[in-house]
């Protein structure tokens, strides 16, 4: 019998009963890929008792049954707890995501039986059980007779649905700012300094008229701050451009796109900012 043959008939013999996807409006397909999900140890010790597979995918995961086995016992309609570590690999993740801006923060998720969840900083816990070095945190899957997992009916194909569920995990909200600095002591070299748009831009962010400032290191420099909050994205269909067109002359800079490498805690506006500094 031939490779091909046997993952045939492997596949054939499991049914998928449970799957769940994390969906992140940052990323361009709504996918949140850059994440890891693997069972706990007492979890894959049930998985192989019950005779489930795990199967990891991108953004998730899905558990699959053995077709083969009668679940139909009273033995199987037990309640037990599946947990599954899951742990973001993208080292700023909780820069663009709405929750607790310390990457040392752990979450539970519960299942609570439902088909979505929004992840919220309200999951956040100090549970010991979650103190370990690179975990974000644990999805918590109960099984029951009135939301089972396994295939408990004699008949999986006529009475079983498989459960699904759906974390969404939200973008973080943040402020615009650029600040547009010269070591040129003449003022007047701000004097008429836009920001204009392009693209998706144009229709969603506007600006306050530019503050004349000096930076920290006693350079002067000219701020500007959006006037509404921006939802971080992986990518943007859109430019800022710095423009000056009048008596001093024509002036044009492309700006950069807000990234997560700039986003910080402003503590004056109690806002989150993406800072972007910009020599002219």
């Known amino acids: ?48 008792n019950y005779q489930l597979i795990f199967k990891p995918f991108s953004g998730g995961f899905a558990l699959a049954a053995n077709t083969a086995r009668d679940y139909s016992s009273a033995v199987f309609k037990d309640s037990f707890t599946l947990n599954f570590e899951f742990r973001f690999l993208n080292p700023f993740f909780y820069s663009y995501t709405a929750l607790n801006f310390d990457p040392e923060a752990r979450y539970f998720l ?38 089972p997992i396994l295939p408990i009916h004699a008949s999986v194909e006529d009475s079983f649905i498989a459960r699904s569920k759906v974390v969404y995990i939200k973008p973080r909200e943040v402020k615009l700012i650029y600040i547009c600095y010269t070591n040129d002591p003449n003022l007047d070299y701000f004097e008429g300094l836009t920001i204009g748009m392009e693209g998706v831009f144009k229709e969603m962010i506007s600006f306050s008229a530019p503050e ?38 024509s002036y044009l800079k492309s700006l950069p796109n807000p990234s997560p490498k700039t986003i910080k805690y402003d503590i004056t506006t109690k806002t989150y900012i993406s800072e972007n500094y910009v020599k002219l």
């Open 110 to 147: 519960e299942d609570n039986f439902t088909s979505s969840v929004l992840f919220s900083p309200e999951m956040q816990t100090a549970a010991p059980e979650l103190d370990n070095p690179g975990l974000s945190g644990i999805l918590n899957v109960k099984h029951n007779p009135n939301y």
């Open 212 to 249: 004349q400032i000096q930076t920290a290191s006693g350079l002067h420099a000219v701020k500007f701050t959006s006037e509404s909050f921006l939802s971080m994205k992986a990518s943007w269909r859109g430019v800022f451009k710095l423009e000056r067109r009048n008596q001093l002359g």
């Open 1 to 48: 019998m031939n490779q091909a043959q046997i993952l045939y008939r492997y596949i054939n013999s499991h049914t998928e009963v449970f799957s769940c996807l994390f969906k992140h409006e940052y990323y361009l397909n709504g996918v949140c890929n850059e994440l890891e999900i693997i069972p706990t140890a007492a979890t894959s010790a049930l998985i192989k």
